[in-house]
């Protein structure tokens, strides 16, 4: 893959967004221990296991169309700019964002709190292996430093 800053023939297209395994696996798990916690405390309660089960696998269809729809939500490509970033949807709609703060767990996932151009918060979750290391670099950097200049 190339890097956030190559020229490109298409530069309005970004860097494509895959989905993210480390996120899969991270939901899947969560979905995993919420479920048992759901069917031992129902089951603790109820002393009943069929009750216990229909609590949980409403519990796992919950939680599981939840992350469905968090993945359906994520941006397919993003665009690296000095003052931002642009976010492009699934649908093809662009939005142009500013870095307001970021929180980065080790190299694996980036936390954006973004504003855009009226003011209104909202939430990227980046992976390192959701791009390439370059632009997971990059955008690292970044936000960084906007989000001291915010301090």
Known sequence: MTGARVNRPHRDEGVAMRPSRFLLGAMFAFACVAGASVFQCVLAHAQHAGDAAVACAATLAALGLASYRWMRAQPSAISL??????????????????????AQW??????LTLLDARGRRDTLVVAADSVDADTFRQLSVQARRAAASHL
Not at 86 to 100: D, Y
Not at 106 to 111: F, I, K, Q, T, V
């Open 106 to 111: 080790s190299g694996r996932l980036l936390a």
């Open 81 to 102: 700019h000095s003052d931002g970033l642009t976010i492009r949807s699934r649908t093809g709609e662009m939005r142009h964002m500013r870095i307001a703060g970021c």
